[in-house]
């Protein structure tokens, strides 16, 4: 029981985060079945609300095994909803993808890399990009787009591009800002990480974006960091 007195708030924590998927899975699923929400402004509810749990967990001080835990809980439900859709809410986006299970299995890899060296904010930029960047440029693409493109055979819109790079810029120098407070870098930086992470959502097949945009935002990030250290 050593562990449980170093950490005696676990199973509160924990409790408090399970609680908040499952009333978001439950509403998602809700909107699917009972509403007439189409199918992908459904799952980017889910995609919005499940990236932002990442700031609870930071805020908890949630244990780095308990978080690749969750990932690979969740990857596996994932997987499994792709061949068996019992939950329709989540992967149904009108083509085959896995980005629901490339989305949890990006959780768990940044989980692994940043939270046990207490680079939090790296694991949050990465999610946070992924959750706000993708899901924003899906919906205003959708009900904006005017210009399209395609990529490997999969549409985009230069209007759902440039709202994957304003929200992936707003969230970068939202982290820094709060982290390292109003430097150059925390207003710079972002600007790379945005152009990349823009880049990556455009290599969408399968949902891949879904792993790359994330691991690739927050690499971009810590390495960034490393090359322009505060002074």
């Known amino acids: 029981m050593a562990w449980f007195a170093v950490y005696p708030n676990f199973w509160l924590h924990i409790g408090l985060v399970g609680v908040c998927l499952g009333v978001l899975v439950l509403f998602a699923e809700g909107l699917n079945r009972f509403t007439s929400t189409g199918s992908e402004t459904v799952r980017k509810v889910v995609h919005i609300g499940t990236g932002n749990i990442i700031l609870l967990a930071w805020w908890l001080q949630i244990p780095t095994w308990v978080c ?32 629901t299970f490339f989305y949890a299995v990006s959780i768990g890899v940044l989980t692994a890399w940043f939270w046990s060296q207490r680079q939090y904010e790296y694991a949050a930029l990465g999610i946070l990009v992924m959750t706000w960047g993708d899901g924003l440029a899906a919906l205003i693409g959708q009900r904006f787009g005017k210009h399209h493109y395609k990529v490997w055979g999969i549409q985009k819109s230069l209007e759902g591009s440039l709202a994957m790079f304003v929200s992936s810029y707003i969230v970068s120098s939202s ?46 990030g810590f390495f960034l960091n490393q090359l322009f250290p505060l002074q």
């Open 175 to 220: 982290i820094w800002l709060a982290v390292q407070g109003n430097v150059w870098q925390t207003w710079l930086l972002p600007v790379a990480i945005a152009a990349c992470a823009t880049a990556l959502e455009a290599f969408s097949i399968l949902g891949i974006d879904n792993l790359t945009v994330p691991i690739g935002s927050a690499a971009i």
């Open 68 to 99: 690749i835990a969750a990932s690979i809980v969740a990857s596996a439900i994932a997987l499994l909803s792709f061949f068996i859709p019992f939950l329709p809410g989540i992967n149904s986006v009108g083509r085959k993808s896995l980005g």
